[in-house]
């Protein structure tokens, strides 16, 4: 499975490539069909690390739904190399919300990529029928994630002491009289 965009794809990480991106990232690269990463990758950090795991015992749980439970690669199209990661926290809960994380490599940040990631996921979120708020908490000092999500049309909903949760709505759907084009999450 694969989402392709403007410049990036998508694509959701099984049992399996979450556990290489653990053990050896440049055999994750090269089994994905990718350019092997030189430079440090963002799992030499063990506060990606962590969560990666948290994915990958999900994953092996339900290895059935794994793209509702995992980290989805955001590769580079052009550069063919993952710059970063969107880590999906289970399908919609009983509110119709899907909690979404993100990350982007520091030699990519400020070029528009976690907004088109986040976008493009987003909109595949919105094409489950239960599916009514994406989620995302970001800590309260990092203003470029609060721009990715205002871009977004993000709504601020709540505050804690370290966190900022924001929320992006599923579209309305409405008929275009004049097309005859339904517009709706499909549309996105």
Do not use: C
């Amino acid at each position: 499975m694969k989402l392709t965009d403007n410049r990036l794809n998508l694509r959701p990480l099984t049992a399996a490539e979450l556990a290489l991106a653990l053990d050896n990232y440049a055999e994750l690269e090269q089994s994905l069909g990718l350019n092997v990463t030189a430079a440090p990758t963002l799992l030499d950090d063990e506060e990606m690390r962590y969560p990666m795991r948290v994915r990958h015992a999900k994953v092996l749980q339900d290895e059935q739904n794994y793209p509702w439970l995992t980290n989805w690669a955001i590769i580079h199209r052009e550069e063919q190399r993952i710059i970063g990661f969107l880590i999906l926290k289970g399908g919609p809960n009983e509110q119709g919300e899907v909690i979404l994380g993100y990350v982007i490599d520091e030699r990519y940040r400020g070029q528009g990529y976690a907004t088109e990631a986040v976008r493009h996921i987003t909109a595949w979120i919105f094409n489950h029928p239960d599916a009514r708020w994406v989620i995302a908490d970001t800590e309260k000092d990092n203003n470029a994630s609060h721009r990715v999500l205002q871009h977004l049309d993000a709504e601020l909903y709540r505050e804690t002491e370290d966190l900022l949760w924001w929320r992006i709505a599923r579209p309305a759907i409405s008929f275009d009289d004049d097309t005859g084009i339904l517009r709706g999450p499909h549309n996105i």
